[in-house]
């Protein structure tokens, strides 16, 4: 299998980030790591392993990037307001700095993003935030309001990264022109203590007239990279 690591300082979070670009083609996938993980625990969680059948038969390319929530959602040592800003400028480092190295490895017009537990939050809001790079999205265990990380604070950037704030009133023929052509899959299971938030975000993409699918699974602790692993191969 095809490895490479990737290292360069951004510019817009001031530090040097980390990556990993598993295979050589096929459908690219932008991977979240979960809270706290790092841009390696994919590939050792053995989730990159267990899809080795595909990448080396050029079915996918995975991207595995670094987060920045210990700096943003979860830093308790700075204001609110800085805790939001950390994460609009992740979303900055990703679109403007990550996407533009997938878009030079790989002209599949098809990409997607994918994520489990906070990373399934991720996924989700990036590729409803921006659907005409990601054409689909699977998040698995994902929550998709982070607002109490922020202890009542609230104000536009909030809004704009929390898709249970911004999807009911979005009305823009140009989002939906690209939703309707995208496939987005929530993957969750009837012990998740996320199972509540899929549901939620399933009634509103359902109300908006998104297209979608809603997967509850019966499976003995859900939330769990065993499970994960299941649903990658039921949906990826």
Not at 152 to 173: C, I, M, R, S
Request: aromatic content about 16%.
């Amino acid at each position: 299998m095809i490895r490479e690591y990737h290292k360069w300082f951004s510019s817009r979070l001031g530090r040097e980030m980390e990556l990993l670009v598993f295979g050589h083609g096929g459908l690219p996938v932008l991977v979240f790591p979960t809270s706290g993980g790092r841009f390696f625990e994919f590939e050792d969680r053995g989730l990159v392993g267990s899809l080795a059948g595909k990448i080396d038969a050029g079915q996918l390319q995975l991207y595995c990037v670094d987060a920045v929530d210990m700096e943003s959602w979860y830093n308790r040592a700075v204001p609110p307001r800085w805790r939001i800003a950390r994460q609009v400028q992740y979303e900055s480092y990703v679109m403007e700095e990550v996407v533009p190295l997938m878009l030079a490895k790989n002209p599949n017009p098809k990409r997607m993003t994918l994520g489990c537990s906070f990373g399934g939050y991720h996924a989700m809001n990036f590729a409803l935030r921006h659907p005409d790079r990601f054409t689909g999205a699977l998040s698995m265990s994902g929550a998709f309001d982070m607002t109490s990380f922020l202890h009542g604070y609230h104000d536009e950037d909030v809004y704009f990264q929390t898709p249970t704030q911004y999807l009911p009133n979005l009305n823009d023929g140009w989002y939906f022109d690209h939703f309707r052509q995208n496939q987005y899959v929530l993957a969750t299971g009837w012990d998740d203590q996320c199972l509540g938030a899929n549901q939620h975000l399933d009634g509103i993409l359902a109300s908006k007239g998104i297209p979608h699918q809603l997967y509850i699974w019966d499976a003995w602790n859900s939330h769990d990279w065993p499970t994960w692993e299941r649903m990658l191969h039921a949906y990826l």
